[in-house]
């Protein structure tokens, strides 16, 4: 039986319940959850029917379109607890589930075509050891998420009691310097081949507004003008083999 009393980094358990679902519930919510979803699905375009490892991926965000879109899902999360709202995909074999070590995960070299994760890296205090084994089992590419300092989210820790305030769950959360993951990456064989920034405003900012139309309508705007390009957040970056 898997123990995961000695897992070092288990930011998914978090990730993986009701209570932080419920940051992405209602309109704003979902459209927040669209624009991740459509961004990965351009990147995984290339690998039709990719076995795919989702590492953290219990919350559930993306499983349902990789699996319409025709991709062999596996999840992995640091307890058993962290399949619970993904049970429905589960219970009709749609896609596995295992508990497994984030930083030594139980598979052999390219296992997989792609492996993805989302929520977790900004939570990982040894993120090199971390994208080390995602870059380890991938085949193909690596797909991940990150904040960055070069965004609104670099005044996060000033705006943790607003957030605390209107989310109820936030947590504080690591900004990364792109340069550094994309040279550490480098390094040990992978290159940045597509880079996505989600949005200019921070998501607590776009819950407060509480109109898709209006989020939208700007952030259309901001990336009309390049805006988020520079300094939008979180970005979603896809890795390769170089």
């Not at 109109?211 to 952030?219: D, G």
């Amino acid at each position: 039986m898997v123990t995961t009393d000695d897992f070092l980094e288990t930011a998914d358990i978090e990730t993986s319940s009701d209570d932080y679902a419920s940051r992405f519930a209602g309109k704003i919510g979902t459209w927040l959850l669209k624009v991740q979803e459509q961004a990965t699905l351009r990147m995984l375009a290339p690998y039709p029917q990719a076995r795919i490892l989702d590492v953290g991926g219990g919350h559930g965000q993306l499983t349902g379109a990789l699996i319409q879109n025709g991709y062999h899902v596996t999840v992995l999360g640091s307890a058993d607890i962290c399949k619970a709202r993904i049970k429905n995909f589960l219970d009709a074999n749609q896609c596995e589930f295992k508990v497994g070590n984030v930083l030594d995960l139980p598979y052999p070299e390219a296992a997989f075509d792609v492996v993805i994760s989302y929520r977790f890296l900004a939570h990982v205090t040894q993120w090199q050891q971390f994208l080390g084994e995602l870059s380890r089992v991938a085949k193909e590419a690596v797909i991940v998420d990150y904040p960055t300092v070069r965004s609104f989210n670099a005044i996060a820790p000033y705006l943790f009691k607003f957030k605390k305030g209107l989310e109820g769950n936030t947590r504080p959360f690591t900004c990364y310097q792109e340069t550094e993951i994309i040279d550490f990456l480098q390094n040990i064989g992978l290159r940045q081949s597509e880079r996505y920034a989600q949005f200019l405003m921070p998501m607590v900012l776009h819950r407060a507004l509480k109109s898709t139309q209006v989020s939208s309508a700007l952030e259309q705007i901001f990336r009309l003008f390049g805006f988020t390009n520079l300094f939008g957040s979180p970005v979603i970056a896809k890795f390769i083999n170089i």
